[in-house]
């Protein structure tokens, strides 16, 4: 079955600071996979996301991410957060089917020290 | 831009009403979805459909149903809403891209549902 996990709960950083969101799967063949941001009130909206190729892919608000398939990871960074990327971060998978569904991890709240 | 709209942000229902969760989408997506969001749990997928009328269970189906007469239009249904539903619901619908499958869900703003 497809899960996702997310070991960090909470995570807080200096504003300026790099940022990494851990991000693991459990999926029997290749997953497609997706980061994405809530911001406080507001709806989920996509990051980026993972189909084939190139295993770094880049993604809006300067965020990237790098499928690791040996270590089924598929983690989320960005070389210097600003304050407005305090969030909720989700990492989502779906499998390759039409009527595959689509599972989150528990999300990472981001906090940004000022 | 691809729209998902959830007809009500906030409701407040007794415990024993039959409530209804409507959302549509304005994008022929195939696939429509919906979740509940509490703190710590993430987004769990409580049923999805691939089609109209056609309906799967995701991980916590129990005390709900769903109906998907139209393509662009999917009710959640609680049929006797306890407080153990109060929570933030969230509807998402996608595309089957063809040879790439599914590409990424769609939500809308998700309606907050307190049980009283």
């Known amino acids: 079955a497809q899960s996702v996990t997310q070991p960090d709960i909470h995570i807080t950083v200096s504003e300026g600071a790099s940022l990494e969101l851990r991000c693991n799967y459990s999926?029997?063949?290749?997953?497609?996979l997706f980061w994405y941001v809530q911001s406080p009130g507001q709806g989920l909206q996509l990051l980026l996301k993972?189909?084939?190729?190139?295993?770094l892919v880049q993604g809006i608000k300067g965020f990237e991410a790098e499928f690791k398939r040996s270590q089924s990871s598929f983690n989320l960074r960005k070389p210097s957060v600003h304050w407005s990327d305090a969030a909720e971060y989700f990492c989502?998978?779906?499998?390759?089917?039409?009527?595959?569904?689509?599972?989150f991890g528990s999300g990472t709240r981001l906090s940004i020290r000022p | 831009d691809v729209k998902v709209t959830q007809s009500s942000r906030y409701l407040v229902k007794r415990t024993g009403e039959k409530v209804f969760l409507e959302c549509v989408q304005d994008?022929?997506?195939?696939?429509m979805f919906w979740y509940r969001q509490d703190p710590g749990l993430g987004l769990r997928l409580i049923y999805f459909?691939?089609?109209?009328?056609?309906?799967e269970k995701g991980d916590i189906p129990e005390g709900y149903s769903v109906s998907r007469e139209k393509k662009e239009r999917f009710s959640l249904i609680l049929e006797s809403a306890s407080t153990n539903q109060t929570s933030m619901y969230l509807c998402?619908?996608?595309?089957?891209?063809?040879?790439?499958?599914?590409?990424?869900?769609?939500f809308g703003q998700g309606t907050r549902l307190t049980v009283v």
């Open positions: 459909s691939y089609d109209v009328k056609m309906k």
């Open positions: 993972y189909f084939s190729g190139d295993t």
């Open positions: 998402a619908s996608s595309t089957t891209g063809g040879a790439w499958g599914n590409t990424e869900a769609f």
């Open positions: 989502a998978v779906v499998g390759y089917s039409s009527a595959s569904k689509i599972i």
């Open positions: 994008m022929d997506h195939e696939n």
């Open positions: 999926y029997g063949a290749t997953p497609y």
